[in-house]
């Protein structure tokens, strides 16, 4: 069963504007969500984190959002830049697991 | 500044072959993960050890096997390989399970034929 969705297999933004990209879980026991991206040939590399207790966290260009309430998060790149192009993969756990799930991710395209 | 480091980075296997896909840390994290990923999918936990001489399975365990006789190895076996094994593979490592972010090796590109 998909615990960690991402609907939107690709999505492609120009260079300098946003880039939004969805995720919805459906385990409600989930407390910890993280973003990873991935270039090609490599492994994921992990970018950004929210708990369960903060609806919002920010570093540099990027801001994870969390709505508890639609079971969602959303992660902002913003200004977008030719270099972001990877796939994102959103993750989920349980602070009482030691389980990891994973979306199948977005491939970001951040055209010039 | 190794960080996780995964051997072979790809590999052809003949149906029934056995192989083994060897992970190493040097960050003395507790934490090791096996995880494989299909295409359009997510990545899938395969099995995962919280120290060394304690292994457990994951969401995909069926056709392999682990061991952790030492906190920086994390070998996975591969008994009998099948098409449906033909995945990338990815070892990762942790400081803490739950809250801990992972660290990926780059990645172990399997063919069954």
């Known amino acids: 069963d998909q615990q960690v969705k991402q609907n939107s297999p690709s999505l492609s933004v120009q260079e300098g504007r946003i880039s939004i990209l969805n995720c919805d879980y459906t385990?409600?026991?989930?407390?910890?969500f993280l973003w990873y991206k991935k270039y090609p040939a490599e492994g994921p590399t992990f970018l950004i984190s929210i708990s369960s207790i903060k609806d919002k966290n920010e570093d540099g260009r990027f801001t994870v959002f969390l709505n508890k309430s639609a079971k969602h998060l959303s992660l902002h790149i913003v200004p977008s830049q030719p270099g972001d192009s990877a796939v994102y993969f959103c993750a989920a756990s349980a602070m009482i697991d030691n389980d990891m799930r994973f979306g199948a991710g977005t491939r970001l395209t951040v055209k010039p | 500044n190794a960080g996780v480091t995964q051997t072979p980075k790809f590999r052809i296997l003949k149906i029934g072959q056995s192989m083994t896909l060897q992970c190493t840390q040097d960050m003395n994290h507790n934490y090791m993960y096996w995880y494989r990923q299909d295409p359009g999918m997510g990545l899938k936990l395969i099995y995962y050890s919280v120290g060394a001489g304690i292994t457990d399975k994951g969401e995909v365990p069926n056709g392999y096997n682990v061991s952790r006789s030492t906190t920086e190895d994390f070998p996975l076996r591969l008994e009998l390989a099948a098409p449906s094994q033909t995945s990338v593979y990815f070892c990762?490592?942790?400081?803490?399970?739950?809250?801990?972010?992972?660290?990926f090796g780059e990645g172990s590109r399997l063919t069954v034929l």
């Open positions: 990762a490592s942790s400081y803490s399970a739950g809250t801990g972010e992972l660290f």
């Open positions: 385990n409600s026991m989930f407390d910890y």
